[in-house]
C-alpha cells in the first residue's frame, strides 16, 4: 500500500521528504575532544542564526570526525519516516528537536565559561552520544535502514555529508549528550536515557 501511494504522489508531482534521527554512541578516554568538535559547531550555528548552508557545513564537519572516530563506535539507533507533505515533515522534525533536546545533559549552556585552569581539572567523559537530525528532500535509501551495522552507519554518515553538497537538506539539528566538557554520561545513565541504543 505505502509503495503504490508513493508512485501516486510522484505522479502527482509530489515533493518526497525523509526526516531522521541517528544515535550514535562513542566510548574511551578519546572522545573527549569531539565534544570541542560540537560545542564550536553549536557556537557557529547560533552565531549564523540557523543559517542552513553554515548547519551544513557544520554537519559535513561532525560525520568526517565521526567517520574517523569510528573505532570508539559502540552502539547506534535511527528512526524516521517519509512525508509528502512539508508541513507533517516539519511537525516531526519539531518532535525529534524536543526529544533531543530533553535527552539528559544534552543542552548546551555557553554563559558557563570556565577559566583555562578550572577546565584541566575537569573530569573527561567516557561516553559521548551523538544525536543527528535532518529532513532532505527525495530518496536517501542509506538513511531509509537499520543504521545499527558499523558498516550502514558509515554509508548513512557519507550520505548526509552528500545530501549537504547536493543541496537537498531542508532541516539540519546536532544534540549531544553530555553536551559540555566536566558533565558526565555513566553507563547507568546511558541505558536509561538511550534505551533504543543497539550494540554495535
Same mark, same amino acid.
Given at each position: 500500500?505505502?509503495?503504490?501511494?508513493?508512485?501516486?504522489?510522484?505522479?502527482?508531482?509530489?515533493?518526497?521528504?525523509?526526516?531522521?534521527?541517528?544515535?550514535?554512541?562513542?566510548?574511551? @578516554? +578519546?572522545?573527549?575532544? !569531539?565534544?570541542?568538535?560540537? &560545542?564550536?559547531?553549536?557556537r557557529?550555528? *547560533?552565531?549564523? %542564526? =540557523?543559517d542552513?548552508?553554515v548547519l551544513?557545513?557544520?554537519?559535513?564537519d561532525?560525520?568526517?570526525?565521526?567517520?574517523?572516530?569510528?573505532l570508539?563506535?559502540?552502539?547506534?539507533?535511527?528512526e524516521?519516516?517519509?512525508?509528502w507533505?512539508?508541513?507533517?515533515?516539519g511537525?516531526?522534525v519539531?518532535?525529534?528537536?524536543?526529544?533531543?533536546?530533553?535527552?539528559?545533559?544534552?543542552?548546551t549552556?555557553?554563559?558557563?565559561?570556565?577559566?583555562? @585552569? +578550572?577546565?584541566?581539572? !575537569?573530569?573527561?567523559?567516557? &561516553?559521548?552520544?551523538?544525536?543527528l537530525? *535532518?529532513a532532505? %528532500? =527525495?530518496?536517501?535509501?542509506?538513511?531509509?535502514?537499520?543504521l545499527?551495522?558499523?558498516e550502514?552507519?558509515?554509508?548513512?554518515?557519507?550520505?548526509?555529508?552528500?545530501?549537504?553538497?547536493?543541496?537537498?537538506?531542508r532541516?539540519?539539528?546536532?544534540?549531544?549528550?553530555?553536551?559540555?566538557?566536566?558533565?558526565?554520561?555513566t553507563?547507568e545513565?546511558?541505558?536509561?536515557?538511550?534505551?533504543?541504543?543497539?550494540?554495535l
Amino acid at each position: 500500500m505505502s509503495a503504490w501511494r508513493d508512485r501516486l504522489n510522484k505522479l502527482s508531482g509530489k515533493t518526497r521528504y525523509v526526516v531522521c534521527r541517528i544515535f550514535i554512541h562513542l566510548a574511551g @578516554d +578519546e572522545v573527549a575532544p !569531539l565534544l570541542g568538535v560540537l &560545542n564550536s559547531k553549536a557556537r557557529d550555528a *547560533i552565531e549564523s %542564526e =540557523g543559517d542552513l548552508e553554515v548547519l551544513g557545513e557544520g554537519l559535513v564537519d561532525i560525520c568526517q570526525t565521526l567517520l574517523q572516530m569510528n573505532l570508539y563506535w559502540r552502539s547506534a539507533a535511527n528512526e524516521g519516516d517519509v512525508f509528502w507533505d512539508e508541513g507533517e515533515a516539519g511537525d516531526y522534525v519539531t518532535e525529534l528537536f524536543t526529544d533531543s533536546a530533553q535527552r539528559y545533559l544534552s543542552e548546551t549552556d555557553f554563559e558557563v565559561a570556565s577559566e583555562d @585552569d +578550572e577546565l584541566l581539572s !575537569l573530569p573527561a567523559t567516557r &561516553n559521548l552520544v551523538v544525536m543527528l537530525t *535532518i529532513a532532505a %528532500e =527525495g530518496e536517501v535509501p542509506a538513511l531509509e535502514t537499520n543504521l545499527a551495522d558499523r558498516e550502514a552507519l558509515e554509508e548513512g554518515l557519507k550520505a548526509l555529508i552528500d545530501l549537504h553538497y547536493q543541496n537537498k537538506l531542508r532541516a539540519i539539528q546536532v544534540h549531544f549528550s553530555p553536551a559540555q566538557l566536566g558533565d558526565e554520561l555513566t553507563d547507568e545513565q546511558l541505558l536509561l536515557n538511550f534505551p533504543e541504543l543497539v550494540p554495535l
